[in-house]
């Protein structure tokens, strides 16, 4: 007879009952890089991929769309339509199929192709822009729709609840995981700037010795060139940086600074920003999937890059916290998995030749 085992299982999730998946948004665990981490230095990994649909703006959807129901700016059953790179969309779908509105969604067609079937999949309606009119031509594509039908528009990239949400969320979550053992820093990329807005904030107030650290592709400096933004009179973008150039850092870096980022820089929420690479991104990623077990999409890769850099960079004993905002499921069909389409061609080639006649 086998020696009795005890199965290794989490003594930190709750078993409580829930009445609505909406309940499992938010509190995502924390998790040291244990192999990954510098010699002598810790990087913590904050793990957007618990999330019901596996990313952070799970916690913006839910917070954009109930802030719009409380305020009366959204009506039962109205159409709610944004732009977006696909999480925000991915979390709206949630949102909207569990509470009943019917949903569009404006991206642009060089977003992964994943994404566009999930928010089809999630009863979502997805219109695409093409990608040379850039993250600008997909924000005046859902204004537009929104005034020509009188959908509701929750404004991501504008709205102060953003922050708001991250702040009262995923930052408060951070100050109480690092209760007992502060952070040195807390890096994060942007978006549209309401982790970094939030969790700033909530850290600035709470654990003012962090460093908030913000990362952007090296390729595409548009915070630290210093260059201002020019906004229309809603607070959308008026025009693209002339900074911003293509990246692969999806979810990252449109081509204009948000008011919500605009406005982080302007409290000095932020205290700088470093760069990354690509082919960095890319790499820190798989690392991070086939060494410390984390599934994590492209910009999880970024943003430990440089997480892992300013670490060795600081003294030892330092603890950094960097963003996971979300799962690899999310990249099959895009570079962060091009190694693997290598890969597969040779295992086919493998097989195929090691077995003589047979074709798998
Ligand atoms: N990473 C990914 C994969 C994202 O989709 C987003 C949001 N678009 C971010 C990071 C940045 O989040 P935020 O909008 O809060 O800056």
């Known amino acids: 007879m086998n020696a009795p085992f005890s199965p290794r299982i989490s003594q930190s999730r709750s078993l409580v009952r829930h009445g609505s998946v909406l309940d499992l948004v938010g509190n995502t665990p924390v998790v040291l ?3 990954l981490s510098p010699p002598g230095r810790e990087v913590w990994l904050k793990l957007e991929s618990a999330n019901p649909m596996g990313s952070v703006k799970d916690r913006l959807a839910l917070g954009l769309i109930e802030a719009a129901e409380q305020d009366g700016s959204l009506k039962p059953g109205q159409t709610v339509v944004e732009a977006t790179s696909g999480n925000t969309g991915i979390g709206l779908a949630l949102v909207c199929a569990r509470k009943g509105y019917p949903l569009v969604i404006v991206m642009a067609e060089s977003f992964s192709v994943e994404r566009r079937k999930i ?3 999630l009863g979502a309606r997805v219109v695409l822009t093409p990608a040379s009119l850039k993250g600008t031509g997909m924000i005046e594509k859902a204004r537009e729709l929104a005034d020509e039908h009188g959908w509701f528009l929750p404004r991501q990239f504008e709205n102060e609840n953003n922050e ?4 009262a969320t995923t930052g408060m979550e951070i100050v109480r995981a690092f209760a007992d053992a502060p952070l040195d820093a807390f ?3 942007l978006g549209t700037g309401g982790t970094i807005a939030g969790v700033g904030r909530a850290l600035k107030a709470h654990m003012p010795q962090a460093r908030i650290v913000a990362c952007e592709p090296d390729n595409s400096p548009v915070l630290a060139s210093g260059l201002p933004q020019q906004y229309a009179d809603d ?3 008026a025009a693209s940086h002339p900074r911003f150039r293509p990246h692969p850092m999806q979810g ?3 081509d204009f600074i948000p ?4 406005r982080a820089i302007a409290d000095g929420v932020i205290d700088e920003v ?4 690509g082919s960095e991104a890319l790499a820190w990623s798989r690392r991070l999937a086939r060494e410390e077990g984390v599934f994590c999409g492209i910009t999880s890769g970024a943003t430990f890059a440089v997480a892992r850099q300013l670490a060795s960079e600081m003294p030892e004993g330092v603890r950094v916290l960097a963003m996971i905002p979300d799962t690899g499921e999310r990249y099959l069909t895009t570079p962060l998995f091009g190694d693997i389409e290598e890969d597969m061609d040779q295992v086919e080639m493998e097989i195929s030749c090691s077995t003589p006649g047979s074709r798998f």
């Open 259 to 262: 008011a919500v980022t605009a």
């Open 119 to 121: 928010l089809r999949y």
């Open 235 to 237: 607070g959308a973008p």
């Open 274 to 277: 470093l760069p990354v690479s």
């Open 252 to 254: 990252w870096a449109p």
């Open 33 to 35: 890089a244990e192999k």
């Open 164 to 167: 708001q949400v991250h702040e």
């Open 187 to 189: 890096v994060s990329g």
